[in-house]
């Protein structure tokens, strides 16, 4: 007999209904955690000295080994993000330290960043509390108030080349050396230099070890391409047409979290090597489920991979929606938004 609530936007008392059955799968299992730590570090050492040596030894080819060593500090990146949300061994100070390690890998402050997507799953859809954790997504209504320096630079800040070209440069080479938007609190500050020492010290020895070109060469690419694969698969799963936004005197958390993040629907190793972050209307409703625990959801639940479904060929067509018709309740392009004045 199938006890699973049904799905419609009439009110709280769906999302709630999910709530409690979600509940069900919040416990990690130690033993896997540990497991699925030990085979994303591993493959990623062993990829990036392969990289390595493939360029020391000048075998071209070898430099292909980037790409899947980038998929693994990706997946690295998502166990950090698990610790954050304190689903990988439920025990904070393991979590915590854990993260704080593979921050150095993915030259993320760990606590930081901690704060600023706490801060992002308890606003995510919510236009009023729009800024930190967030893709800037703006109103039609305030993007034509804007002048017309602040609309070309809207433009500017959402083109593809921008977005996930410079977007990654910027954000994991410059502007998480500084706690920007906590400058104000203490924590922020020693997380964010604290890993800036430890990714400084690690840099220096890596280039002592095997020498400046090599470590800019082999470690620098599979940095921004994971970061520009990561912030791909953040856009994605909140920048989709039928994606959630209301007022705070209409928001709901429930309600934001099941329709406002999408169900990316991807390849099985697509899956596994993003640690189906894809199931991401899953995740922001019950963010305690670990992330290998996420496809038995799926299983258990079939209906909810009808929300905010979206496949990778329909992804590619997310990209020119920009601004947020409050009317009509959906994101739409300039194009559009033309059209629609």
Not at 15 to 30: C, D, M, N, Q, T
Not at 134 to 140: A, E, G, K, Y
Not at 185 to 208: C, D, E, G, R
Not at 290 to 301: A, E, F, I, M, S
Request: with cysteine.
């Amino acid at each position: 007999m199938n006890t699973s609530p049904t799905l419609d936007r009439a009110g709280d008392a769906t999302e709630k209904a999910w709530l409690k059955i979600l509940s069900a799968y919040r416990g990690p299992h130690i033993g896997r955690s540990i497991f699925e730590l030990a085979i994303t570090v591993v493959p990623f050492v062993a990829l990036w000295v392969l990289s390595w040596l493939s360029y020391h030894y000048e075998f071209w080819p070898g430099l292909l080994l980037i790409i899947p060593a980038a998929g693994f500090l990706l997946r690295l990146f998502m166990i950090q993000h698990d610790c954050g949300h304190g689903s990988f061994f439920a025990r904070r100070n393991v979590d915590d330290w854990t993260g704080r390690v593979i921050g150095v890998l993915t030259m993320t402050p760990y606590d930081y960043w901690r704060r600023a997507h706490a801060v992002h799953h308890a606003s995510a859809g919510n236009l009023d509390e729009r800024g930190i954790g967030d893709i800037t997504t703006l109103t039609i209504e305030e993007y034509r108030a804007l002048p017309y320096r602040g609309r070309l630079g809207y433009r500017l800040y959402r083109n593809p080349v921008v977005m996930f070209g410079i977007g990654p440069i910027w954000v994991f080479l410059f502007k998480q050396r500084l706690p920007f938007g906590m400058m104000s609190s203490a924590q922020p500050w020693v997380s964010t230099m604290a890993t800036n020492l430890a990714i400084a010290a690690a840099a220096a020895l890596l280039i002592w070890l095997i020498g400046v070109a090599p470590f800019f060469i082999v470690h620098l690419p599979i940095v921004l391409l994971a970061g520009a694969i990561g912030i791909w698969l953040f856009y994605v799963q909140h920048q989709f047409e039928d994606t959630h936004w209301s007022p705070s005197d209409e928001w709901k958390f429930q309600n934001a979290a099941l329709h406002g993040s999408s169900y990316y629907e991807m390849p099985n190793w697509l899956r596994w090597i993003t640690a189906n972050i894809g199931i991401h209307h899953v995740h922001h409703l019950s963010s305690k489920v670990p992330y290998y625990r996420l496809p038995q959801v799926l299983k258990d639940h079939p209906e909810l991979a009808t929300i905010g479904r979206i496949t990778i060929l329909e992804s590619l067509r997310c990209v020119k929606l920009v601004l947020w018709d409050e009317k009509s309740r959906r994101l739409v392009s300039f194009r559009q938004a033309q059209a629609i004045a």
